[in-house]
Antibody
Framework: DVQLVQSGAEVKKPGATVKISCKVS????????MHWVQQAPGKGLEWMGL????????MYAEKFQGRVTIIADKSTDTSYMELSSLRSEDTAVYYC?????????????WGQGTMVTVSS | SYDLTQPPSVSVSPGQTASITCSGD??????ACWYQQKPGQSPVLVIY???KRPSGIPERFSGSKSGNTATLTISGTQAMDEADYYC?????????FGTGTKVTVL
């Protein structure tokens, strides 16, 4: 089965950095871009960025540029999303997602989500 | 930045048809897709490339597009279809989600 399994919930203080993992199973990690999506409580989905696991090339949404880093570790088939200078507005569920069926051009595989709470 | 606008909420009676719109500049030149999200769950793709259904998605879900407005239609709506729905498109290789619509089955 194709699966994305994310790390557990995190609680961080303002100004800190959080790093969330997304482990892939059931497909060749380097064959598919990994994307990350933010969802604040009661709010909508917001695309954060992507990484090409083959060569590590990234692309980030303007809103998160400078604070987000997405990497791909080919040795462990795991993608990481690091968000720095955390503030209360970063309290959200973070999802990794991929376009596994390339003809879809849409996210057909999602992780279960990771809740990040930013609180002093 | 590129924006996709959806109505905040749509109400529908069981067995009736629900329609959700998604509008954006030059959306007519892009493909739109739709996701269903139930409380506490990850989104699920229900329509891709404007009007195609992934395997396993019921036939009552359909998509269309006219000009710069995409529409998700749920025919014969069931109680289990109560959820949030998001459209999504690609703008210069970046993903853009719509504002989201809460569908309530009364």
């Amino acid at each position: 089965d194709v699966q994305l399994v994310q790390s557990g919930a995190e609680v961080k203080k303002p100004g800190a950095t959080v790093k969330i993992s997304c482990k892939v199973s059931g497909y060749t990690f380097t064959d598919y871009y990994m994307h990350w999506v933010q969802q604040a409580p009661g709010k909508g989905l917001e695309w954060m960025g992507l990484v090409d696991p083959e060569d590590g090339v990234t692309m980030y949404a303007e809103k998160f540029q400078g604070r987000v880093t997405i990497i791909a570790d080919k040795s462990t088939d795991t993608s990481y999303m690091e968000l720095s200078s955390l503030r209360s507005e970063d309290t959200a569920v973070y999802y990794c997602a991929t376009i596994y069926s390339k003809e879809y051009d849409a996210f057909d595989i999602w992780g279960q989500g990771t809740m990040v709470t930013v609180s002093s | 930045s590129y924006d996709l606008t959806q109505p905040p909420s749509v109400s529908v009676s069981p067995g009736q048809t629900a329609s959700i719109t998604c509008s954006g500049d030059k959306l007519g030149d892009k493909f739109a897709c739709w996701y269903q999200q139930k409380p506490g769950q990850s989104p699920v793709l229900v329509i891709y490339q404007d009007n195609k259904r992934p395997s396993g998605i019921p036939e009552r879900f359909s998509g269309s597009k006219s000009g710069n407005t995409a529409t998700l239609t749920i025919s014969g709506t069931q109680a289990m279809d109560e959820a949030d729905y998001y459209c999504q498109a690609w703008d210069s290789s970046t993903g853009v989600f719509g504002t989201g619509t809460k569908v309530t089955v009364l």
